[in-house]
């Protein structure tokens, strides 16, 4: 009873690792705002649940007449299922099949209930395998196919969760190979070590650990022989797939229900901070007439975690092409027109871009939501070269009536809001800035210029401490950091003075003295925006390593005209790619002798420096196991006469020791080579006669 309970136990925890593995890949891939603490302690519980109910048939038996006692119950006391209920469950059936082919974006409101079924799923398919001791081999091959798919659809961590996976499986696998040789031992009734069963786990454990972390470093750019036909046919069979990732890597998005996050650029929005790579390829190609840069939003986020954004649920309203969306400025506003063709490049997402304020997009035959935040998306993936055309509607600004507007009661307290863990410093700080200057407006500019010219820009900023607040540390210890630290901290200023602002993600733009404007990865963008009520929201640039958002006077604008593509090449030309105003930044950095960017990105990260350690230690431990092999080996050699027959036993004797046979103090000599014929299961004559 013991055993068994002790082996439940066991299998519950590799159960959970493995299941856990799989919720965090689709955790990441369809944006679940489902924290992972919460999603591990209901992962766990599914799978104790289960694993007890497969286990004890009377457990099973039990919740049977629990269920049945239930729905007994319900009827003679008349419980009715609320109808908003069974609609609720009926729209998700009806959304499900839609998703899983591709043709849907993923809905948050329905994260539970799809949650908790694939948990459940997947959990019982695990658990008939395991304790049925069965498709332990199929349970790996499917899981590493589940991972492959992941890494396709461009899960950036699957890899990761991948070795987790697999560890577990695998040191199931091996204790199921234990668990039949330890049947074979007791039915040769063979004396078996009492700590067997923990040497054999710990051992397996620590080899699949190593070798499935040497296989991190496996190479993963190798191109494939490429049959353009095929590639075709399977497009035009499963349109979906044409966003997964491919042998050039064509694609920064994941997943069906991808929103755009700045993390495709290379940045990490999990827990903010860091050194960072950007992805230099071309994500997208504008062709607009205006002549000044432009302001691409991609996602708002509106809640502050202390270490990272994230987004309130908002409501959206679907609209065609042929629809206009309402502007929010006042009648005494006069507007502007900015209209811009967008082409996806190596960008795969749902997010339409666009400047503010979208008033209307042409993206053919589709339709599109546009939510509270403007946030604009299609429900299937825009992909390379598809194009669409926004139209935006801007606001000549009269900085002086911005001076008159009071923010605070404009918005709702989504943009006001902070955690618990902002310091009284920040607060301080924020106060100390704003409280000499009269007017809202005034006192953001104030906070912009702050952070513009008492901060550093640099993409290698040092490691945000594990228990540190990320706005508290910049200000005040590292003092250094990329757009994400400049526009999160300009938002917590902005509340902490009483000023409602939000932050956003997209990319920036830039006029390089062409109608054709090629946007890199390296201008994926993070800044802020502050709502002005009749003027909406108004763009601010805390980040000093690009230019000042500027405001048009009525009559300023400028524009040029653009040429249409002709008949015989209607692909529009490419311009090619200037420097930006943060290269030339960063190189005047580089001249002065500040080298530590590039320092940084040389330097090998913490994980691969334990997973080298662990490597170091296994060939330590293989070469110490030769040399000392070779040493007894040479020892017997060199010896003679009776020393070499007491050496040559010896050695007998440790090999036998390492498989459980041991020589008892007691036992003659005869005795114990019976015993070890007997639990070896062979004659061995020669022995006798020795």
């Known amino acids: ?169 695998l040191v199931l696998y ?35 650990f190593i070798s499935i972390a040497i296989s991190q470093f496996a190479v993963l750019d190798i191109k494939p022989v490429q049959w353009n036909w095929l590639n075709e046919k399977a497009i035009q069979v499963f349109p979906f797939i044409e966003g997964w990732r491919n042998d050039n890597l064509e694609g920064n998005g994941f997943s069906f229900s991808s929103r755009y996050d700045i993390s495709r650029a290379g940045y990490d929005t999990a827990r903010l901070g860091g050194p960072v790579n950007l992805n230099e390829s071309i994500m997208l190609t504008l062709e607009t007439n205006a002549v000044d840069n432009i302001y691409l939003k991609g996602r708002v986020k509106d809640f502050y975690t202390g270490s990272s954004w994230r987004k309130n ?63 604009a998306y299609v429900d299937r993936m825009i992909s390379k070269k598809d194009q669409y055309t926004v139209t935006s509607r801007i606001p000549y600004i009269n900085v002086n009536k911005l001076r008159q507007i009071e923010t605070a009661g404009l918005v709702s307290d989504d943009y006001k809001q902070l955690p618990d863990n902002i310091s009284d410093r920040v607060k301080q700080l924020s106060l100390s800035i704003t409280d000499k200057y009269d007017n809202d407006y005034d006192k953001a500019k104030a906070i912009e210029q702050y952070l513009r010219e008492n901060f550093k820009y640099t993409l290698s900023p040092s490691e945000i401490p594990k228990n540190a607040e990320f706005v508290d540390y910049f200000l005040f210890e590292g003092k250094e950091g990329y757009c994400t630290y400049f526009a999160t901290s300009m938002a917590v200023m902005l509340r902490a003075s009483g000023i409602p602002g939000r932050y956003v993600e997209g990319f920036l733009a830039e006029y390089d ?27 601010f640039e805390a980040t000093p390593a690009y230019p000042l958002q500027g405001f048009a006077a009525q009559g300023e604008v400028a524009t040029a005209p653009i040429p249409e593509p002709t008949p015989s090449d209607p692909a529009v030309p490419q311009a090619p790619v200037e420097q930006t105003t943060r290269d030339r930044n960063l190189e005047m950095e580089d001249e002065e002798g500040t080298d530590t960017d590039l320092q940084a990105k040389k330097e090998i990260s913490l994980t691969t420096r334990i997973i080298l350690a662990l490597f170091a230690i296994l060939m330590l431990r293989v070469l110490y196991l030769l040399l000392k092999t070779l040493y007894l080996e040479l020892r017997i050699r060199e010896a003679s006469g009776r020393h070499y027959a007491v050496r040559s036993f010896e050695s007998i004797l440790r090999y036998l020791k390492k498989i459980g046979i041991r020589m008892d103090k007691e036992e003659t000599m005869r005795e114990f080579w019976f015993k070890v014929k007997y639990a070896l299961d062979e004659e061995y004559k020669d022995g006798d006669e020795i």
């Open 513 to 539: 003295n062409s109608f054709v404007r090629n946007v890199p990865g390296t201008n994926a963008h993070a800044w802020v925006e502050v709502n002005f009520g009749p003027y909406g929201w108004i763009t």
């Open 174 to 208: 091996s204790y199921n190979v234990f668990d039949r040789k330890r049947m074979e031992w007791v039915k040769s009734e063979s004396s078996i070590d009492k700590y067997i069963e923990f040497k054999w786990i710990l051992n397996s454990f620590i080899i699949v």
């Open 313 to 375: 649920k908002k409501s959206d309203v679907l609209y065609n092409s042929e629809s206009e969306i309402a502007l929010p400025f006042g009648s005494d506003i006069r507007t502007y027109q900015r209209q811009i063709r967008i082409t996806h490049q190596k960008l795969i997402t749902s997010t339409i871009f666009a400047p503010n304020t979208l008033n209307r997009v042409d993206i053919g035959s589709r339709k599109y939501h546009y939510d509270e935040d403007g946030e």
């Open 1 to 169: 009873m013991r055993k068994k309970l002790f082996e439940l136990i066991f299998f519950i925890i590799l159960i959970t690792i493995m299941v856990m593995s799989l919720n965090m890949a689709i955790l990441d891939s369809t944006g679940m705002e489902i924290k992972p603490f919460t999603l591990l302690k209901y992962t766990f519980l599914i799978v104790a649940a289960i694993a007890v109910l497969l286990s004890y048939r009377i457990a099973l038996a039990g919740a049977g007449v629990l269920t049945a006692a239930a729905g007994i119950y319900a009827y003679a006391r008349h419980i009715v299922i609320p109808a908003k209920v069974f609609s609720y469950i009926a729209e998700f059936f009806t959304w499900l099949p839609q998703y899983i082919v591709g043709y849907a974006s993923f809905e948050l409101k329905y994260s539970v209930i799809f949650s908790a079924l694939y948990i459940i799923l997947v959990t019982l398919i695990i658990c008939l395998m395991v304790f049925n001791r069965k498709g332990y081999g199929l349970l790996i091959l499917l899981g590493t196919a589940a991972f492959a798919f992941f890494w396709f659809i461009y899960v950036s961590k699957a890899r990761l969760y991948m070795f987790y996976y697999l560890s577990a499986a």
